[in-house]
Nanobody, 124 residues
Framework: QVQLVESGGGLVQAGGSLRLSCATS????????MGWFRQTPGKEREFVAAIRWSADITTYADSVKGRFTISRDNIKNTVYLEMSSLKPEDTAVYYC?????????????????WGQGTQVTVSS
């Protein structure tokens, strides 16, 4: 079982930056692919970014490419999402997720474990 706890959300002005963290439990963190999704009321969960267990491969949604960076620290069992040049349309609850295996997926159905989410609000 893997437990995920997100932190770092908050209110920021457009053009600003935030760093989200996702702390995980379990000794096998380094074997999990990790992802970030986001969701707004009435909409489906949207893929943001994912990182391979070895951190050598990452993938991003087109809407955040060049502005967001996913990274991980396999010593601290933590994955990060650095967000810059934030826009009001980035406002959402951001979720961290995990799955076994080396492939990266952009579908939420491919992930086995989820955190509770952290709210990010970008004001115009």
């Amino acid at each position: 079982q893997v437990q995920l706890v997100e932190s770092g959300g908050g209110l920021v002005q457009a053009g600003g930056s935030l760093r989200l963290s996702c702390a995980t439990s379990g000794r096998t963190f380094s074997s999990y692919g990790m992802g970030w999704f986001r969701q707004t009321p009435g909409k489906e969960r949207e893929f943001v970014a994912a990182i391979r267990w070895s951190a050598d491969i990452t993938t991003y949604a087109d809407s955040v490419k060049g502005r967001f960076t996913i990274s991980r620290d396999n010593i601290k069992n933590t994955v990060y999402l650095e967000m810059s040049s934030l826009k009001p349309e980035d406002t959402a609850v951001y979720y961290c997720c995990a799955r076994r295996g080396g492939r990266l997926y952009s579908s939420p159905n491919e992930y086995d474990y989820w955190g509770q989410g952290t709210q990010v609000t970008v004001s115009s």
